[in-house]
């Protein structure tokens, strides 16, 4: 419900109009002053102060640097290696329709890549790439999408992109519909122009350059000794030119020779503040770290501090990827899977296209977690071992049948230590063959013959134990009467048992 504001001294009269209307337009900002409807971009100070004719070309030069490039290349290779999927804009037959053509598209097209290209608005503020579409008779299709140079467009007043040509080098000329995709990083004010990660990394990197620039001069000074040469008073200039040169031979080559009465020494030079240049090199490194991704890539940290700062840095890299990947799928979405929907799929809701990024399991908690449920009576299936654990599984032969001994189903709400007992008989007769072969042997002899063996011989025993009231007694007589226990049946039992475990060894270890 819309409520409606009554405008002071006329009463009753609604200002919605007012209320809806953009005040604080883009050609109305005092501070991005704008020229022939052309939007300056004035809120990067670097390039105000150090573009001058070369712009953004200036952020290109940073890439050359080792250590911006390779925290460059790991954010963004952060972003494009997590997992991505695309999801209907509803719940109609043909929102699923286009989800699906959406999604074959993006695969045909090369997913990673396009990310890749649009990502350099890291850097600059904002890329731009531009569709070649195709038709095959029943789609329409991006054919191909290529990363343009940000130096070649610039924007109106109203946000618009703008091609600079040859024709016109000043205003540019605007472009079709559905034809350049630009991602904007940084925005401030909602300005197109973006403001990227250059406009900090531009000092820090130049003044490392300085920096390894009189390294290098002081590598040059300091490492070898200065040849310095001595001549009389009375040597003339023919003479002093001789030993100049084999001063200026003494860098290059391993014999010299100099005039007669002429002497040469090494100066030595010494310098307490030897490595302050590496000192400020790496310190230049970490902010560079600090910059792009959230945190510097040597820590000083040691023990628990370490694994501490360690967490931490993780959790920081992950909300970067996050906020990263987040970004550009609104972009595609709002461009790319919009234009490719109402192509092709006309009525329907655009589906979105997302990253997955998550922190990644601990694999040891989660098998320590499935073994616990284990002994509680619950098992997992073989679709979430297989998507949990990757690879292929199967069950072992007789092990996992969810059965108790009496063959009776055990479910969840079962006894645990029934179904731990069935799992372990399982897994012991799956493990153990030749018991299997023994136990066979053991059953089929006739059912009461070791019963009666036993009876046979313990029936001495039994008898006085009965007859006795004394237990220290008993015991005593126990002693006497062991000699007289008749154990041949027992005895006959026993031999067949182990004639069968004979007969059984030698054929299977024939058969091995």
Partial sequence: MAYATKRPGRPGRPVMKELRQEVATTDRDILYPSFDGILRNLADDTLLTRGGGDGLKIYDALERDGMVYGCLQKRKLAVTARPWEVVPGGDGPLDAKAAELAKGMLEALGFDRLCTGLLDALLKGYAVAEILWESDGARIYPRKVKSRNQRRFHFDTEGKLRLLTHQDMYRGEPVPERKFIVHTFGDKDDSPYGLGLGTRLFWYVLFKREDLRCWLLYQDKFASPTAVGKYSPGASDQEQQKLLAALEAIAREAQVIIPEGMAIELLEAKRNSAGSQEAFCRYMDEQIGYIILGDAPGAKDSGGALASAAILRNEVRLELVAADADLLSATLNETLL?????????????????RVVKPDEDMTKRSERDKNLGSLGYRPTLKSVQDTYGGEWEPLPGFGAGRAAGGQPLSPESDASAFAEAAFAASAAASFPD???????????????????????????IDMLAKSSDPEAAMARLEDIFPDLDATGLATMLARAMFVAEVWGRITAKEG
């Fill in 435 to 461: 018991q299997d072969a023994l136990d066979a042997a053991v059953d089929s002899l006739p059912g009461d013959e070791l019963d009666q063996a036993m009876r046979a011989m313990l029936k001495p025993v």
């Fill in 338 to 354: 919009t234009w490719f929907t109402e192509l092709n799929v006309p009525g329907a809701v655009p589906p979105k296209v997302w």
